[in-house]
């Protein structure tokens, strides 16, 4: 873990607990996850008990604790992608790498989250892969999704 | 010099000390509101929902927790309704499903009325009432409990699950928690868990005062403030 | 742009210019929404001006990216003007023959056309589709003239003129006077009288106050605001100068769910233009009035769509919400009187002050006035953004609007209001769509989702869906609704895995009732709505799983099989691969079979089967 990238993100913040849930923001897109050294000098330096930064790191979905998977699979599982068969992406993915929402693969390849809604409900279902929306999902679909993720890193760990 | 207000509890006329919760107010001249998250000393959190009430505003009922509510002038309150009766009995139903193994549960559900139990029992040591974490915070300025997770996930714990080595042992979260005494009947294991009713005989003689203080045994178990000050304990 | 705007007359100089300025002969609008993002509508944007570079066409056509028309199913749109036509479902690969013969040649790609689904034909002119024209796109309508990066569109369409209006002479008895009258009520799902919310925070005492943009939209189904905000963000911006002035108060917050990045991008840069052109921050056009806006982001959290719950996520705690006795209008972010609103509520302020309380209050039925942005997805054809007057029948937004049926299967509900709504079958279609007359059917207009649902639909595991939902999202802080959603959800899987029992069906409603009046928040109030409504109005399918232990809907997994009919398969072993638990053997040319012990019955096989050799029995 980064100490620069900690120094960088505290900056100008002490002793200022309002901004606990901005800072934890910023520690989970810089480090891909909250670790525990973090929320120790986040408290610190705002101020805040470690209890409440620990209370808050749990409390939000967008944290995740433990570190995550090269690649963030996410599914919507809305309302709308519900009814449209978003159940069968779970399935799927599960099928495939064999893991749960909240999971890692053992190779440290994907992590598959759900998510309440995405607000692309017209398109549903909806699947995220690293940033990018996938709309008008079928496990089909989603099988070639993640193989073409396999064949790109093969290309790269294998020269182009 | 305090300032006092007037306000209908349950049809009498209380001269409240301003400021003060509708519970400590209803308590304090004998009207028996069942509680369990309430606390003398602590923040009020209103999370147990056992001291709901009728707040009576504009012809229209509000039902709220009364260890939330400040007392203000002309306040009409009815603790004891048809309505708040079964409000109060199934949660107190919940709370007994899910915590049998507790005096305070079990002493609560026949106070506020439970006979039967609709829901398989579970076997839970915590109903998250939050005293411990409250008398850490609050009184001892320690810090070192506190509340982790969300929904069914949420649980009281230490920072990253190890006991810090600011936390004082002072065993005060110990103490205060209504779930360290067990049933008169005694332990349950798993699977043989039930409603004690062992008190069924104070209901009795409770039931037709359910508003107003007996004295009964049942508050012992949920430590209620008018009980220990009746029974001159500190 | 150069100095800041001073005075009024500043910027109604600019409007003016921009106004009069020289369009080129031909203007391409293209979606550049989330929803076409998703369906690549950058890509074809980029194809779209190196095409015209190369071609030399940039000087005489305009590119304008604007944020979501509403016609989502059909994404990407390209509309091109003046001829007004209108492209679906645009690929980068069809820019070249775009650019080649309508825009230099005036000629129609016929293909590209929208085919109306019910009469089969293909229709040329935006102004001519029935998803449209049935609509009153007051509001959502304006996302098709604004850039959202480029204030001077909002400005040139009329923006920051009621600002100006309200600065310049009116004073804040007399703006909320005209909120009240117009009658406009928290689009959020409250339904709370804005003017009286406004009034009320006016009135409050004190030396700071705050108003709030509730952009958090956790309704899953529901997008309404982030369309608005992603297109529109200056129209939210005005209204809360608007607001601020109305009740005293010089800082306001946008609040907005982390999982909207555009928005919050697209709502950052309109308040960074405003702040350079003098619009937001001190002495606003010479008026004497002081007001700046942040935004902020959600974390993660449906619970912090409740207003005490946002206001502790403000400052900086978890989002869990305090007992209402006393409002957020008087005790609210940090302890100051603070004013939340809805995207769309602020949002309608500009229009009802520029157009007049009579114009908006003349709209409606029944006490809810003016128009109303509904998010209408699930099993129907047209998919989108539907903007009507409060009061239009729902059948009419579901069929004239929507299409009707998608895939040809019955419509059996609509559901709306989010989880703390409910279901209303289609013998209800006739009502009109009114906060009132929705909550009198045990439903609730909510924030504007309607999820279509048809025969495939099980209302069972429609209400056990929303308690899943909401027991994940639920703070967990009270006990009738810890306690409550466990159970209810503990009873609904019982019934959806064959083990229901009669008298669960009471218990439900017992233990509904008990946390729609006990609950601490909202969140807890309503969430027993979605099965309650059910059970009312779809008792019989709630019966059929406990009396017969059966599905009607095909769906509930523990009651479901899937066979293949061995008369049928013809062993091409498409099912076979698809299968993602490997449930499924067989030798090529032979018919194959279903391990029932490993099959998870997720229905995979069935969709790809080509010869409908699959059922679900």
Not at chain 3, 66 to 93: R, S
Request: net charge neutral; charged share 25%; with cysteine.
């Amino acid at each position: 873990m980064s100490n620069e990238m900690l120094e960088r993100i505290l900056k100008g913040r002490r002793s200022q607990p309002q901004q606990l849930v901005e800072v934890l923001q910023d520690v989970q897109e810089a480090f891909g996850y909250v670790p525990q050294e973090a929320m120790t000098a986040v408290s610190r330096e705002l101020g805040v008990p470690l209890i409440e930064v620990s209370r808050v790191a749990h409390f939000y979905k967008a944290f995740s604790l433990r570190p995550r998977g090269r690649h963030v699979v996410t599914v919507c599982m809305g309302t709308a992608c519900h009814v449209r068969g978003a159940p069968r992406m779970l399935d799927q993915v599960k099928g495939e790498l064999g893991i749960e929402p909240g999971q890692t693969t053992q190779d440290r390849m994907f992590t598959l989250e759900r998510v309440n809604c995405l607000g692309a409900c017209a398109l549903g279902p909806v699947v995220v892969l690293d940033g990018e929306y996938h709309p008008k999902m079928t496990p089909n679909k989603l099988r070639e999704l993640l193989a073409s993720v396999y064949a790109a890193e093969k290309e790269v760990t294998h020269g182009s | 010099m305090q300032e006092h207000i007037a306000l209908t509890i349950d049809g009498a006329r209380i001269h409240a000390v301003k400021g003060a919760s509708v519970l400590d107010t209803a308590m304090e001249y004998g009207i028996c509101i069942p509680h369990l998250c309430h606390y003398p000393g602590l923040s009020d959190i209103g999370v147990c929902r056992l001291c709901i009430v009728e707040n009576i505003v504009g012809g229209k009922s509000k039902v709220t927790t009364s260890c939330t509510l400040t007392v203000a002038e002309g306040m009409v309150v009815r603790t004891d309704t048809e309505k708040i009766r079964r409000l109060r009995r199934n949660i107190a139903e919940l709370l007994v499903a899910k915590a049998p193994n507790s005096r305070a549960i079990q002493d609560i559900a026949v106070r506020c009325g439970v006979t039967n139990v609709r829901y398989p029992f579970q076997n839970d040591k915590c109903v998250l009432c939050g005293r411990c974490v409250r008398v850490c915070g609050e009184m001892w300025q320690a810090h070192a409990l506190g509340f982790i997770g969300r929904g069914k996930d949420r649980r009281v714990g230490f920072p990253f699950d190890r006991k810090p080595d600011y936390c004082k042992t002072c065993n005060t979260c110990i103490d205060i928690c209504p779930m360290t005494i067990t049933p008169c009947i005694g332990p349950m294991k798993k699977g043989e868990e039930r409603l004690c009713g062992g008190c069924e005989g104070q209901l009795t003689m409770t039931k037709n005062f359910t508003d107003s203080c007996v004295w009964c045994k049942l508050g012992e178990g949920f430590q209620c403030t008018r009980h220990v000050q009746m029974a001159g304990r500190p | 742009m150069g100095a800041k705007l001073k005075t009024f007359a500043d910027l109604a100089a600019v409007r003016a210019s921009a106004q009069a300025r020289k369009t080129p002969a031909t203007t391409v609008t293209m979606c550049c929404g989330t929803g076409c993002q998703a369906s690549s509508s950058p890509r074809v944007a980029e194809a779209l001006k190196s095409e015209l570079a190369s071609k030399g066409l940039v000087d005489s056509v305009a590119v304008r990216l604007t944020g979501c028309h509403g016609f989502c199913e059909q994404g990407p749109i390209m509309v091109i003007d003046p001829a007004n036509i209108l492209y679906c479902h645009v690929k980068p690969e069809d820019v070249p023959e775009i650019v080649g013969k309508t825009i230099r040649a005036g000629e129609v790609v016929e293909r590209l056309l929208y085919t109306d689904p019910v009469s089969g034909k293909k229709i040329t002119r935006e102004g001519d589709i029935p998803f449209y024209r049935a609509q009153d796109r007051t509001l959502l309508g304006q996302n098709r003239w604004i850039d959202p990066s480029n204030i001077e569109d909002y400005i040139a369409i009329g923006g920051y003129s009621a600002a100006v209006k309200v600065l310049s002479g009116m004073s804040p008895e007399a703006i909320i006077e005209e909120i009240r009258k117009s009658g406009l009520r928290g689009r959020g799902g409250g339904g709370y009288p804005t003017g009286r919310k406004w009034e009320q925070c006016r009135a409050a005492g004190g030396d700071e106050k705050f108003v709030i943009c509730n952009a958090d939209e956790g309704d899953p189904g529901a997008y309404m605001d982030r369309s608005v905000l992603e297109g529109n963000p200056h129209a939210i911006l005005e209204g809360m100068l608007i607001g601020s002035y109305a009740m005293g108060a010089n800082q306001g917050y946008v609040y907005v769910r982390k999982e909207y990045p555009l928005a919050v991008k697209n709502t950052r840069k309109a308040i960074e233009q405003a702040r350079e052109w003098g619009l937001l921050g001190e002495n606003i056009l010479g008026s004497g009035h002081s007001f700046d806006v942040e935004v902020a982001r959600g974390a993660g959290a449906f619970v912090c769509g409740e207003s005490t719950a946002l206001m502790h996520s403000l400052e900086g705690k978890v989002g869990e919400p305090r007992p209402k006795d006393v409002h957020t209008v008087q005790d609210g972010l940090w302890h100051k009187p603070s004013c939340l609103n809805n995207v769309e509520t602020w949002a309608n302020v500009p229009l009802i002050i520029n157009h007049g309380a009579a114009w908006f209050a003349a709209k409606g039925s029944n006490g809810s006035t003016g128009t109303k942005i509904f998010a209408l997805t699930g099993r129907v054809k047209n998919t989108g953004l539907v903007e009507v007057s409060m009061g239009t029948p729902l059948r009419r937004i579901v069929y004239d609007i929507g299409g009707g049926a998608y895939d040809g299967v019955a419509i059996k509900a609509v559901q709306t209001g989010g989880p703390s709504g409910g279901c209303l079958p289609a013998a209800k279609f006739d009502l009109p769509v009114d906060f009132d007359t929705l909550a009198e059917a045990g439903s609730m207009v909510g924030s504007g989702g309607m999820v279509v649902m048809d025969e495939h639909t099980c209302m069972v595991d429609v209400a056990k869906y929303f308690l899943t939902f909401l027991q994940d999202e639920s703070c967990g802080k009270c006990v009738p609704c810890k306690l409550g959603l466990e159970r209810m959800l503990e009873i609904l899987t019982d019934i959806t895995e064959g083990r229901g029992r009669p008298e669960q069906i009471e218990l439900l409603e017992d233990l509904g009732d008990t946390m729609a009046q006990a609950c601490l928040c909202a969140l807890g109030k309503t969430a027993p709505n979605p099965v309650l409504s059910t059970l009312h109005y779809f008792r019989d399918e709630y019966e059929a799983h406990i009396n017969h232990k059966a599905c009607p809907a095909g769906v509930c997994r523990a009651l479901i099989r899937y066979a293949i009919d061995p008369s049928v398969c013809k062993g091409c072993g498409a099912c076979l691969k698809a299968c993602p638990h490997k449930a499924i053997r067989g030798r090529s040319k032979e018919p194959h079979t279903v391990d029932d012990t490993v099959c998870s019955r997720c229905g995979i096989c069935k969709d790809v089967c080509n010869f409908d050799a699959i059922s679900v029995c």
